[in-house]
């Protein structure tokens, strides 16, 4: 099953490599039968520099507040004019 699926993943990055859209940033989700959540995100930074990171989470619940935290700090790490 699980060949299946990467096989469909790639033809669907395959597809979007092919058209017109400007990404910057790709984020995967990968989720296994007992609820782990990899997350892989591959992106450039401030700087134009490639950057690659993998998290893993024990379920859902879990990476909402991952996602929370995350926009927290953001907010906290803003400098206003």
């Not at 782990?36 to 995100?41: G, Q, R």
């Not at 930074?45 to 935290?69: Q, V």
Request: proline share 0%.
């Amino acid at each position: 099953m699980s060949k299946k699926l990467f096989k469909e993943g790639i033809n669907v990055l395959r597809a979007l490599k092919a058209s017109d859209i400007s990404l910057n940033e790709i984020q995967i989700y990968l989720s296994t039968g007992d609820g782990t959540i990899l997350e892989f995100c591959i992106g450039y930074d401030e700087d134009g520099e490639l950057r690659k990171t993998c998290d893993t989470h024990d379920s859902m619940e879990e990476l909402e507040e991952a996602r929370e935290d995350q926009a927290n700090e953001m907010t906290e790490n803003v400098l206003l004019n």
